[in-house]
């Protein structure tokens, strides 16, 4: 049996009672911070925290480093607590009554058992810039959200989530025909408006010569897009790797050249987890062998998108 929720049971992405068939996404439960101000209850402490992440999440994964060794089958064993077997065991033990779902990343504090953040976009901010006292010198200049684009990169971060991190499942989960044409129509309207971007800026990254917070959290759904979102949650209206010719390159930049995007990504886990995880979905849990391959090399086009390159220098 399917674990509860306040809405019903956790695999109910859709409220069943929902007519409109639109996925809603709960908001994190967890959104205490770490803080280098004096008497924080959560100080940035030299190995004090566990991040609980995975690789195929998009959520998750923005906090995978290329430093750890790679899980077998979706999963290692939690360090912490041995005769732990589920993430929701972290949350049952800090709150018996919890009922919720159960969310990576999940950000602990082992000195005082206690679950101090599960919103991504809060955790992210807390790693580079609250711990710069602890981290080697090499670490503490990171800024992925510089001043002078501080605007620009949280207005890129409203419709990026709302639109494609969120969109690609608002498209999927939708349980009405109209809440799908509806969700996917928009998707592709902000893939649009992300490769229009792209297209007419200096790069290599989405704000120029350095990677920002737009970067990472738009790469999380487009390295997943061809393999899963196209067929998996029915965002086909076109590919990545033929439809897109600036955001291919702009990815295939990060993946290839920079550890920590392509190190972390790992096509396995990516494709395992949804097609495993989302049985109203995939009923018999079969998971398709294609695309080949999952990336292409940096100097490979598909023959469509090939072809309407060189039409394009003409």
Not at 230 to 255: E, T
Request: proline share 7%.
């Amino acid at each position: 049996m399917s674990a509860l929720t306040a809405h019903g049971k956790i695999t109910d992405f859709v409220d069943p009672n929902d007519k409109s068939g639109e996925f809603k996404r709960g908001q994190s439960q967890f959104r205490n911070h770490i803080s280098k101000k004096p008497g924080a209850e959560f100080p940035p402490e030299k190995g004090r925290y566990h991040l609980y992440v995975s690789y195929a999440c998009p959520w998750g994964w923005r906090f995978v480093t290329p430093e750890e060794s790679l899980p077998g089958e979706n999963v290692t064993p939690d360090p912490l607590h041995s005769d732990f077997t589920h993430l929701r065991d972290i949350y049952f033990e800090v709150d018996a009554e919890y009922k919720g779902r159960f969310t990576v990343p999940t950000l602990y504090d082992k000195k005082q058992g206690k679950i101090v953040s599960n919103e991504s976009s809060e955790i992210i901010r807390m790693l580079y810039t609250e711990f710069d006292d602890v981290l080697p010198e090499k670490y503490k200049n990171v800024d992925l959200l510089p001043e002078k684009l501080k605007s620009d990169i949280e207005g890129t971060n409203d419709w990026t989530y709302n639109d494609i991190n969120n969109g690609v499942y608002k498209s999927g989960f939708a349980t009405t025909q109209e809440a799908y044409e509806k969700n996917v129509t928009t998707l592709f309207k902000s893939l649009d408006r992300a490769e229009a971007h792209l297209a007419s800026s200096s790069g290599p990254y989405y704000y120029g010569s350095h990677i920002t917070e737009a970067d990472v959290r738009l790469f999380t759904t487009i390295i997943r897009f061809d393999p899963v979102y196209v067929q998996h949650f029915k965002c086909n209206l076109r590919d990545i790797r033929s439809g897109y010719p600036a955001l291919h390159k702009w990815l295939r930049k990060l993946y290839w050249d920079e550890p920590a995007f392509g190190e972390t990504t790992q096509f396995e886990h990516i494709k395992r987890h949804y097609t495993r995880s989302h049985r109203q979905i995939n009923p018999y849990s079969i998971t398709p062998v294609g695309p080949v391959p999952d990336i292409l090399p940096k100097d490979e086009e598909v023959p469509a998108a090939a072809a309407a390159l060189e039409s394009a220098k003409q």
